[in-house]
């Protein structure tokens, strides 16, 4: 049977250092640029952070967290995906869900098929949508 429990996509809490920060030229204090100034103790994975995610519910309580805490104005933006993300995941699973009942019933009442060997006559085998995140 198809597992339909969502995996948690971290893609969102990931945000962009500054470059100039980087090269030690940002001209903008970390509350005024929309790139991240992380500490020396946030890994830098390709030019990216990722942003903890217990400080965006103000509630981290670690001394030296390996996440970057965003400033208000990043961090207004992560939430804001954040829920644009939860709404598009949602939809996706509203939209698809009674699809993949319908054929999975179908394939039950017909006792399965195997995916090595043609349909039998007058089964049509449609399309599954799958979403990796």
Partial sequence: MLN???ARDKRWL???VCREFQ???CPRDDDECRYAHP???VAIDNGHVTACF???KDQCTRDTCKYLHPPKLVK???QASSR???QTQTALQQLCNPVMLQQQALCASQGGFNLNQ???EGVTLQPVLTFRT
């Fill in 4 to 6: 339909l429990t969502p």
């Fill in 14 to 16: 990931m945000i962009e």
């Fill in 23 to 25: 090269r030690g030229k």
């Fill in 39 to 41: 500490p020396s103790h």
């Fill in 54 to 56: 217990d400080s965006l």
């Fill in 76 to 78: 207004e933006e992560l």
């Fill in 84 to 86: 644009a993300f939860s």
């Fill in 118 to 120: 043609a349909p039998s």
